[in-house]
């Protein structure tokens, strides 16, 4: 999803816009000096209370002689068959939890593609190239400008090879070359780093929204690295920058049925045939602001893979606003008067999402909250039911359930409104800026750059929790919850290593 900041769709002059901010749905009640203290006495109460209890069992169990101890067998051994019972049922309810349970899904590791340093484009470069393709009037090109001005987006970010051409060459040719160089070349790091063989993945999600040829792209890489032929291959297309979350989510389901297995995503998007060359304002956004990029992802649910992995999946929660029409179309590729083809983007796009975002948070609240600000959040309701419609409802302190935030780097307009709406410290939405600012809107990669970043510094630390939210049409908002399993170093060849030196940077406002 990108930003609404710039909405509309007029195509005659260069309006004058307001940006659209989410609805202000966190009214928090300011609790800034007792609140991290009530945090801890809540969320230690169970803790609080066994402990006599245990101190108890044990001064008593202490007082037990020799002959108190010999009754108690001579007990057990009258009642030997209830006692054989009992332990019979234990053992078999236990080995039927066991067996019953949810496995574990590991992220091993993970690879994002870094695109070459020839295919970066620059404001100015950006601007005299839509000017000579001579598909643009002037107020297009105005509106083109203002876009990159308040985008968020640096001076490094990269397009396919195919719009360096004056004019552009976008083709079937083009779009699958810019497909398996972004797919290959994060596939071969994964590879690389993990030690993992090709022929040992017995399952691949690919997701990427509007390029899907036939063969698919997930045929494309069991072509290219020779998988083995039981595979289960899935491609998703059209999910928008979402899928991502989604394909995990895919793959998490496939890994409780398959035992001891490997499982491969693979998140992209396609840009060489989906560039807009026409004069519709809310058409024109997508070719500001979406860049090249993708990730590969290795998931596995084998026990003994904890000890290298990264990360353990904790959560995914996905809310789909489609049923509802205007949520369905906010993000919508068509054609436009005069035939040519794009997505256009509705005014309605940061409402939409701040609805989407209010439904997916009351669904992940309850599984991440510490019991604090659940019981806060239960209270206030109460009292605004019962005695006061006027009391401000209190949004719970998502600060207190995770220690990295991966917002999808949709936009800026999208990172101001969630940062502020979420209450969350620049340094939360640090890694979204800073990949909005080098990488540009990634699609469904996006949240993967950032959490590269937040390795890159050297953040992530053992037990931390990382939050992946992300927004794509449909309507979606779907979120993906992490625990680090251990003080996570970058990888090799991490996307942030020859520049993590310089950043964070100063913003313009």
Same mark, same amino acid.
């Given at each position: 999803?990108?930003?609404?900041?710039?909405?509309?769709?007029?195509?005659?002059?260069?309006? !004058?816009?307001?940006?659209?901010?989410?609805?202000?749905?966190?009214?928090?009640?300011?609790? %800034?000096?007792?609140?991290?203290?009530?945090?801890?006495?809540?969320?230690?109460?169970?803790?609080?209370?066994?402990?006599?209890?245990?101190?108890?069992?044990?001064?008593?169990?202490?007082?037990?002689?020799?002959?108190?101890?010999?009754?108690?067998?001579?007990?057990?051994?009258?009642?030997?068959?209830?006692?054989?019972?009992?332990?019979?049922?234990? #053992?078999?309810?236990?080995?039927?939890?066991?067996? *019953?349970?949810?496995?574990?899904?590991?992220?091993?590791?993970?690879?994002?593609?870094?695109?070459?340093?020839?295919?970066? !484009?620059?404001?100015?470069?950006?601007?005299?190239?839509?000017?000579?393709?001579?598909?643009?009037? +002037?107020?297009?090109?105005?509106?083109?400008?203002?876009?990159?001005?308040?985008?968020?987006?640096?001076?490094?970010?990269?397009?396919?090879?195919?719009?360096?051409?004056?004019?552009?060459?976008?083709?079937?040719?083009?779009?699958? +070359?810019?497909?398996?160089?972004?797919?290959?070349?994060?596939?071969?790091?994964?590879?690389?780093?993990?030690?993992?063989?090709?022929?040992?993945?017995?399952?691949?999600?690919?997701?990427?929204?509007?390029?899907?040829?036939?063969?698919?792209?997930?045929?494309?890489?069991?072509?290219?690295?020779?998988?083995?032929?039981?595979?289960?291959?899935?491609?998703?297309?059209?999910?928008?920058?979402?899928?991502?979350?989604?394909?995990?989510?895919?793959?998490?389901?496939?890994?409780?049925?398959?035992?001891?297995?490997?499982?491969?995503?693979?998140?992209? +998007?396609?840009?060489?045939?989906?560039?807009?060359?026409?004069?519709?304002?809310?058409?024109?956004?997508?070719?500001?602001?979406?860049?090249?990029?993708?990730?590969?992802?290795?998931?596995?649910?084998?026990?003994?893979?904890?000890?290298?992995?990264?990360?353990?999946?904790?959560?995914?929660?996905?809310?789909?606003?489609?049923?509802?029409?205007?949520?369905?179309?906010?993000?919508?590729?068509?054609?436009?008067?005069?035939?040519?083809?794009?997505?256009?983007?509705?005014?309605?796009?940061?409402?939409?999402?701040?609805?989407?975002?209010?439904?997916?948070?009351?669904?992940?609240?309850?599984?991440?909250?510490?019991?604090?600000?659940?019981?806060?959040?239960?209270?206030?309701?109460?009292?605004?039911?019962?005695?006061?419609? %006027?009391?401000?409802?209190?949004?719970?302190?998502?600060?207190?359930?995770?220690?990295?935030?991966?917002?999808?780097?949709?936009?800026?307009? #999208?990172?101001? +409104?969630?940062?502020?709406?979420?209450?969350?410290?620049?340094?939360?939405?640090?890694?979204?800026?800073?990949?909005?600012?080098?990488?540009?809107?990634?699609?469904? *990669?996006?949240?993967?750059?950032?959490?590269?970043?937040?390795?890159?510094?050297?953040?992530?630390?053992?037990?931390?929790?990382?939050?992946?939210?992300?927004?794509?049409?449909?309507?979606?908002?779907?979120?993906?919850?992490?625990?680090?399993?251990?003080? #996570? %170093?970058? *990888?090799?060849?991490?996307?942030?290593?020859?520049?993590?030196?310089?950043?964070?940077?100063?913003?313009?406002?």
């Amino acid at each position: 999803m990108v930003n609404g900041e710039e909405g509309g769709s007029g195509n005659n002059g260069v309006q !004058v816009r307001q940006r659209r901010r989410l609805p202000d749905f966190l009214q928090s009640v300011n609790l %800034k000096y007792v609140k991290l203290g009530y945090h801890y006495l809540i969320s230690h109460l169970l803790t609080l209370c066994l402990v006599p209890l245990m101190a108890v069992v044990v001064v008593e169990a202490s007082r037990l002689s020799l002959d108190d101890i010999h009754q108690l067998w001579i007990q057990l051994q009258y009642n030997l068959v209830g006692f054989v019972v009992f332990s019979a049922v234990v #053992v078999f309810a236990s080995t039927v939890y066991i067996m *019953s349970r949810p496995r574990s899904v590991y992220l091993v590791d993970y690879a994002c593609y870094l695109p070459p340093s020839r295919l970066k !484009v620059k404001y100015q470069q950006f601007m005299e190239h839509s000017k000579l393709t001579g598909d643009f009037d +002037e107020s297009s090109l105005e509106f083109q400008r203002k876009i990159l001005e308040r985008s968020g987006l640096g001076e490094e970010t990269v397009v396919p090879e195919a719009m360096h051409y004056i004019p552009p060459r976008p083709s079937m040719a083009a779009a699958r +070359e810019e497909a398996e160089q972004v797919m290959f070349g994060a596939l071969d790091k994964l590879f690389a780093n993990t030690n993992v063989k090709p022929r040992d993945v017995g399952i691949l999600v690919v997701n990427c929204s509007l390029f899907n040829p036939t063969p698919s792209l997930s045929a494309m890489i069991v072509n290219k690295y020779k998988m083995r032929g039981n595979i289960r291959s899935f491609n998703l297309g059209g999910m928008g920058c979402s899928a991502g979350v989604v394909a995990v989510d895919l793959a998490k389901d496939m890994l409780q049925v398959h035992r001891n297995s490997y499982a491969i995503v693979v998140s992209t +998007e396609n840009i060489t045939q989906n560039w807009y060359f026409g004069n519709k304002k809310s058409m024109l956004i997508p070719n500001c602001l979406f860049r090249v990029g993708g990730a590969a992802v290795l998931l596995s649910n084998w026990p003994s893979d904890r000890r290298r992995s990264k990360y353990k999946l904790v959560h995914v929660v996905r809310t789909h606003c489609g049923a509802n029409d205007k949520a369905f179309k906010c993000v919508y590729q068509e054609q436009d008067d005069v035939g040519k083809t794009g997505v256009s983007l509705s005014k309605d796009l940061m409402a939409i999402a701040g609805g989407a975002l209010k439904t997916n948070i009351t669904t992940l609240g309850p599984l991440v909250l510490p019991i604090s600000e659940q019981i806060l959040f239960f209270v206030t309701l109460v009292a605004k039911k019962l005695f006061n419609a %006027k009391i401000k409802p209190y949004i719970p302190d998502f600060k207190l359930a995770f220690d990295h935030f991966c917002i999808h780097a949709g936009g800026r307009a #999208v990172i101001d +409104e969630l940062e502020k709406n979420l209450q969350l410290l620049p340094v939360h939405a640090e890694a979204s800026r800073m990949t909005l600012h080098r990488f540009g809107n990634t699609s469904s *990669s996006s949240i993967w750059y950032e959490l590269a970043y937040t390795e890159a510094k050297g953040r992530m630390q053992k037990g931390n929790r990382v939050w992946q939210i992300a927004f794509g049409s449909g309507f979606k908002c779907n979120s993906a919850v992490w625990i680090a399993l251990r003080n #996570v %170093k970058p *990888s090799p060849n991490n996307p942030w290593e020859d520049c993590i030196h310089r950043y964070p940077v100063q913003l313009n406002p």
